[in-house]
């Protein structure tokens, strides 16, 4: 059985990161997607809140999987028999990085090879960032993440009133 890791910090998942984890799983019996503990100072979402998000937006992806870790990739990795793991590359600033851990992963762990995928086009200019600061200021996010990670990113900055389908129910309970 082929498994791979697709760790990350995930805050919050992006249609950059989906589009990877829908073309690696088609690649392998078993994906775990790792949300790192241990990445961040000042997460907008927790570790658990990132959880439950990427089991959301992957429940149509029987072979897909979602776990937070502490501490080394590679420890988890063997944690979770895999032998693979995978990254996303949408630019070459991104490239340097990259190669860089898993060339160290692999000095620490030689079973365990990287694979990296392209990001698609319409995502190459994607990053969680990118959502946490649109979102800070009540901007679109419909491009960058599904609907319901729109929400939550919406109702941890406050905008409550700009959450779809919201003015409705209102107009609904006025009426009623
Ligand atoms: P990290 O903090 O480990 O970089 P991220 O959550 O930012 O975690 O990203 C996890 C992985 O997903 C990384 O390999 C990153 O390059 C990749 N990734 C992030 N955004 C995109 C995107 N828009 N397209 C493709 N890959 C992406």
């Not at 620490?108 to 969680?128: E, K, N």
């Not at 491009?143 to 209102?170: N, R, S, Y």
Request: charged share 25%.
């Amino acid at each position: 059985m082929r498994t791979a890791v697709y760790p990350g910090s995930f805050d919050p998942v992006t249609f950059g990161h989906l589009d990877i984890i829908e073309r690696s799983s088609k690649m392998v019996d078993r994906l775990i997607v790792g949300v790192l503990d241990n990445g961040l100072k000042n997460p907008l979402f927790s570790v658990e809140e990132r959880v439950t998000m990427l089991e959301e937006v992957t429940s149509h992806l029987p072979n897909v999987t979602v776990t937070s870790f502490h501490g080394l990739l590679v420890d988890f990795a063997r944690q979770c028999g895999a032998g693979l793991v995978v990254r996303g590359l949408r630019a070459i600033t991104d490239f340097e990085y990259e190669l860089q851990m898993s060339q160290t992963n692999r000095i620490m762990c030689p079973q365990l090879d990287t694979i990296f995928l392209t990001t698609d086009l319409r995502y190459a200019y994607l990053s969680s960032h990118t959502v946490r600061e649109v979102g800070r200021f009540g901007g679109d996010l419909s491009a960058f993440v599904p609907p319901v990670i729109v929400e939550q990113v919406l109702k941890k900055f406050g905008h409550t009133d700009l959450i779809e389908g919201k003015q409705e129910l209102e107009d609904k309970d006025e009426q009623d």
